[in-house]
């Protein structure tokens, strides 16, 4: 089960803020609470949380823990 609190800081004044996410989007715009920032994900990630949260969202968490999975099978399926 994905977590749905991350610590967003912003790039431009420092300021973090702990935010819940959706669970089953990705939150491509988020502005600073404290200077005003807007805040769009970086080259290569797909939304905020996933460019300046402490926690990726809950979509890429779930890709990684399917991953994981499935190496996991695979070492068992070839370790036998």
Not at 18 to 43: S, W
Request: hydrophobic share 30%; net charge positive.
């Amino acid at each position: 089960m994905p977590q749905l609190i991350s610590i967003i800081t912003c790039p431009l004044c420092g300021h973090a803020s702990e935010e819940a996410m959706p669970a089953d989007a990705r939150e491509y715009l988020y502005n600073c609470k404290n200077c005003g920032c807007q805040m769009k994900p970086k080259q290569g990630n797909c939304c905020v949380f996933c460019s300046y949260g402490s926690i990726p969202c809950p979509p890429v968490q779930d890709e990684r823990a399917d991953a994981s999975r499935y190496m996991l099978q695979q070492r068992i399926f070839y370790s036998r």
